[in-house]
């Protein structure tokens, strides 16, 4: 009842009790997922604005649950996040993505980019660089075709630190990509200071292509200063063929998108490249 203090609080401890415990089960029901191989990557397509060419694919982890069915990543890495679950699923992701990468170029499919998310905690806690050269190593997959998507937020928590990883992912000869580019902090500063090889625009910036002027101002605007830096630019969330005129016109390199294609299983990626090169 109104007014009844105690009977209020009570009221709030016991759903914060009861999430607790949702989180708890989450967490218990993810760890069972990792050891019975529940969870699968979807690959979806980077294209070449100027060929129209599948040149790189993103690695995107989906959770097979036998109860529920397909979990998208947005209901379990936050959670993954929180727990340092995101430790092992991180590293297992890495793993999956180089092995399936180098299984393609093994049946003759070209080389392509392999795009894996890296969270802010994973590149915090892990020794990332040393993680990598080993899972190189394991898998057989050439350096030169991983890319990692970090946020801005995991750069510029502790940037002397950030640096450093980065600067030995680029002797290993790894690329590395902003996610989300235009979300985060943004300090200008930092694409001097950090070696990049890729911006990939939000598609918060995009999905309003050609109706928002602002918008085509600011795509138009971080192709020309990537560009001007000696950094590719890659294009998220292209979902008509207007957005993909404006893009080619301002010479942006690269799109991903629902226009090519969502993100699809392995199989299904690699009957996409079949069929381009027969084209
Ligand atoms: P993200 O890295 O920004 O990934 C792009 C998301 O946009 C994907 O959602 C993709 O399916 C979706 N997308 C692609 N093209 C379009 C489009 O044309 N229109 C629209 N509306 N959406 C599009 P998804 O797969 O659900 O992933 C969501 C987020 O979960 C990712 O955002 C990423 O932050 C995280 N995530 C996914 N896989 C991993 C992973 O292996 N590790 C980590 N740490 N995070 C991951
Ligand atoms: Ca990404
Ligand atoms: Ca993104
Ligand atoms: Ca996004």
């Known amino acids: ?12 401890a016991d759903e914060m009790t009861q999430s607790a415990r949702e989180r708890l089960h989450l967490e218990t029901r993810l ?15 980077q294209v070449e604005l100027q060929t129209g060419r599948i040149v ?16 998208p990543p947005g209901r ?18 890495l793993a ?8 393609w170029l093994d049946e003759g499919l070209p080389p392509l980019t392999l795009a894996v998310n890296v969270s802010p905690r994973q590149f915090r806690h892990a020794d990332l660089a040393a993680q990598v050269m ?5 898998t057989g997959l050439p350096a030169e075709q991983l890319e990692l998507e970090l946020t801005e937020g995991a750069l510029m928590e502790r940037e002397q630190e950030a640096l450093d990883v980065l600067q030995r992912l680029r002797a290993i000869g790894v690329g590395v990509a902003i996610d989300d580019f235009g979300t985060g902090y943004s300090s200008l500063a930092y694409l001097k200071r950090f070696p990049l090889d890729v911006l990939k625009i939000d598609r918060s910036f995009i ?22 830096l000696g950094i590719r630019v890659l294009a998220e969330g292209v979902e008509t063929v207007d957005q993909l005129a404006f893009l080619r016109f301002k010479h942006c390199d690269r799109y991903q998108g629902f226009l090519c294609s969502r ?11 079949r069929a381009q090169i027969t084209r």
């Open 1 to 12: 009842a109104k007014g009844d203090g105690r009977g209020v609080y009570r009221y709030y």
């Open 31 to 45: 760890r069972r997922a990792l050891v019975d191989d529940q969870l699968v990557l979807h690959y979806q397509p």
């Open 56 to 71: 790189g694919a993103e690695a995107l982890v989906r959770w097979m649950d036998p109860e529920h069915g397909l979990i």
């Open 76 to 93: 379990f890495i936050p959670v993954a996040e929180t727990t340092g679950l995101i430790g092992d699923i991180g590293a297992w992701v």
């Open 96 to 103: 999956e993505a180089c092995r399936q990468g180098k299984a």
């Open 134 to 138: 080993q899972t190189l190593i394991e």
């Open 207 to 228: 999905a309003d292509i050609p109706n928002d002027p602002d918008d085509m101002e600011i795509a138009a605007a971080v192709i020309a200063m990537g560009h001007s």
């Open 263 to 273: 993100p699809v299983p392995p199989d299904e990626f690699a009957a996409l490249l």
